[in-house]
């Protein structure tokens, strides 16, 4: 999640730096809520004690 996260923020520094001004807004706010869904699932898995298979 946090690496779709890093993804969409860096299309929405790119959108923002070429003047498209929507598509940097959906995007940051897309990031927002990855990132955020992200940090939830990370602290589930923290305090639950599971970690990801590698």
Same mark, same amino acid.
């Given at each position: 999640?946090?690496? &779709?996260?890093?993804? #969409?923020?860096?299309?929405? /520094? %790119?959108?923002? !730096? !070429?003047?498209?001004?929507? /598509?940097?807004?959906?995007?940051?706010?897309?990031? &927002?809520? !990855?990132?955020?869904?992200? !940090? %939830?699932?990370?602290?589930? #898995?923290? #305090?639950?004690? *599971? *970690?990801? *298979?590698?």
């Amino acid at each position: 999640m946090i690496n &779709w996260a890093v993804t #969409f923020l860096i299309i929405a /520094i %790119v959108a923002a !730096l !070429l003047g498209f001004s929507g /598509i940097a807004g959906a995007a940051t706010n897309i990031a &927002w809520i !990855l990132f955020v869904v992200g !940090l %939830v699932i990370a602290a589930i #898995f923290f #305090f639950t004690g *599971r *970690r990801p *298979r590698v």
